[in-house]
Every structure is written in C-alpha cells, then in structure tokens.
C-alpha cells in the first residue's frame, strides 16, 4: 500500500527528521507531495511536486488534483510524524480492515480521544458525531471518504473539524500500531518535540539536522 507524506516549503527542515525516524522505525518507500523538492533526499523517496505553493486555502485544492488519481486505499501522513515505534503485527491487522464501509483506519490512538466503542477484538469504533473524524494523524484512507470532504479552498485546520454527516465508518485498534509525536509546535515550526525519542536518535537527529539541509 503507498504511503504519502505532504509538506510544503516552510516544512523543508523537517523532512530530515521525518526520514530518518521513518526508515528506522517503518521502513520502506514512500512518496513526498510537496511544491519545492527538498534538498538531499534519501533514494527511497519518491517526490511529487504540486507546483508554485499559494496560499493556505489552496491546500484542499492542490491535494485533491492529487488524491483523485490515487488508489482506493493508501497511507496518509504528514511531515512532522516522529515515528517511534511501529508494531507490524497490529499493522497487519489495520489492514484487514479496509473494507467497502470502512472511510479511514486510525493507525494512532486518536479515535481513543473521543466518544468511541471497543469491540472485544481490539477495533475502536468511532463514534458517527464524534469530532476529528478527519483527523490528519497517521491512518489508512478510503479514497472516496477523503474525497466526501476534500473540497476546494480549505486550509488543513478547516478540513480537519469540519462536521461529518455520512454512512461511512471511522475505525482503529486498541492496541494501535504506530506510536509518534506531532513534532513541531504549532506557534513555532522550529521548535521540536523530541519527547519520547530514544537518545541514540537524538544524536542522529541533530546530524541530520545539521547535514541533510
């Protein structure tokens, strides 16, 4: 299944951070949707340029133009995931739920965040009115669930706590299987969240902070 990871050019500093962390705890290919190709990118990632970078309610547009050529299933993320851990098994098991009414697998413990159901096999259920369903912590997508609400001229924060009226189900796992942090504040792009990060990565992480850009 590909694995997406939108940036834009203010977020350049962090794609260092982001594949070093990625390919140590995940690993694999993946493809960077971004405007300006960053510099010194490791081979096993794929860049996508949308072109000049407007403004921020051209966000929804330019990733849509996108989105609509995908497969019905993918990973999506975004650039400041600090992948920490990742079970492949509990993997494994999102997998398997991709599935005709299923809109988005949560790979994080966000559903957990609010109303939910756990069924006794581990899959939390989100509640149909409960906020965040579009959440953009790491997850599976159902193509045509993100497309419902994937329209022209929103910024990320406006897609994200837009209301959901719909048939589809938003799902995770109790026992999720990627565990991150949100890795820049949002008042300050530059300053990291780091908490968690195993020290050996905290050294490798600042010589790609020096190094890679």
């Known amino acids: 299944m590909k694995i997406i990871v939108t940036t834009s050019d203010n977020y350049k500093h962090i794609i260092p951070v982001f594949t070093y962390l990625f390919q140590k705890y995940w690993g ?3 493809e960077l949707l971004g405007y300006e190709k960053p510099d010194n990118l490791p081979e096993w990632v794929k860049f996508v340029s949308m072109g000049k970078q407007g403004p921020k309610e051209e966000w929804s ?3 849509r133009s996108y989105f609509e050529l995908q497969d019905q299933w ?4 975004m650039e400041d995931t600090f992948i920490k851990k990742v079970n492949k098994d509990q993997m494994a098991f ?3 739920l991709t599935l005709p009414n299923i809109g988005k697998i949560a790979l994080t413990k966000d559903p957990q965040n609010r109303e939910h159901t756990i069924t006794k096999e581990g899959v939390v259920w989100a509640h149909p009115d409960s906020k965040y369903r579009l959440s953009t912590q790491p997850s599976i997508w159902n193509r045509d669930f993100l497309l419902e609400y994937l329209k022209d001229g929103m910024d990320p924060w406006t897609f994200e ?3 959901t009226k ?3 189900n938003v799902v995770g796992l109790k026992d999720y299987p990627v565990y991150h942090n949100e890795g820049v504040r949002r008042h300050n792009i530059n300053e990291f969240d780091l908490t968690g990060i195993e020290p050996e990565d905290l050294i490798n992480i600042e010589w790609h ?3 890679s850009i």
């Open 166 to 168: 719909d048939d589809w």
């Open 209 to 211: 902070r020096e190094n």
């Open 28 to 30: 694999g290919e993946i």
């Open 74 to 77: 993918f990973i999506w993320m």
């Open 161 to 163: 706590t837009q209301p």
């Open 94 to 96: 999102a997998y398997a």
């Open 61 to 63: 547009t330019d990733l």
